[in-house]
C-alpha cells in the first residue's frame, strides 16, 4: 500500500501564502480543520499552518491579524511522495510529530493528505493496528505534571 492509495484528495483545504491571519482562520473554522496547507502562487507546498500556529505565533504575541500566514506558518512542510510505503508514512508522522501529513509530486505539488484517520481505514491486521498506535502515541505526547 502507498500513500496514493490511503490519501484523501478531496476536501483539502489550502491558503496561500499572502493570506492574511484572520482569512486563514476563518478558513480553518468553516472547514472544521486544524491545519491547512499553504501554498505559494504556482501551487507548491510552502508549509503547514495550525489553529496552534495561530495561537502561539500570532495572538500570544500580540500581532495583528493582518499578518501574512507566511510569518506564522510552520516550515518546513514534511511531506511524502504519491509512491511513500506505509511505513514510511508513518516514520515521518512520528519523527515529526504530525498528524496530516500533505502527498506532494516531484514539483512540490499538492496532490493529496493523509491523516491518521486515513490510516486507520487501512488497517488490517494487529500489527498494522500496534503500529499506528504507536503512530498516534509519537504525535500526541501526553505532558503530565
Keep these: ?3 496514493r492509495d490511503v490519501m484523501t484528495r478531496h476536501e483539502v483545504f489550502c491558503a496561500l501564502e499572502s493570506d492574511d491571519a484572520r482569512s486563514v482562520a476563518q478558513k480553518l473554522a468553516d472547514h472544521n480543520v486544524a491545519s491547512m496547507p499553504v501554498l505559494d502562487f504556482q501551487g ?3 508549509g ?10 500570532l495572538i500570544a504575541r500580540g500581532s495583528s491579524y493582518d ?6 506558518m510552520s516550515e518546513p512542510a514534511y511531506s511524502v511522495g504519491p509512491d511513500a510505503s506505509l511505513e514510511e ?6 519523527q515529526f510529530q504530525i498528524r496530516h501529513l500533505p502527498v506532494v509530486d516531484s514539483d512540490e505539488q499538492l496532490l493529496g493528505f493523509i491523516s491518521l484517520s486515513d490510516l486507520a481505514r487501512w488497517c488490517e491486521t494487529p500489527q498494522e493496528e500496534h503500529d499506528l498506535v504507536g503512530v498516534l ?3 500526541s505526547p501526553c505532558q503530565v505534571g
Aim: aromatic share 0%; hydrophobic share 40%.
Design 67 to 72: 499578518t501574512s500566514v507566511s510569518n506564522i
Design 137 to 139: 502515541e509519537a504525535v
Design 44 to 46: 507548491r507546498l510552502r
Design 1 to 3: 500500500m502507498q500513500a
Design 89 to 94: 508514512i508513518e516514520r515521518t508522522m512520528q
Design 48 to 57: 503547514m499552518v495550525t489553529d496552534r500556529d495561530l495561537c502561539v505565533r
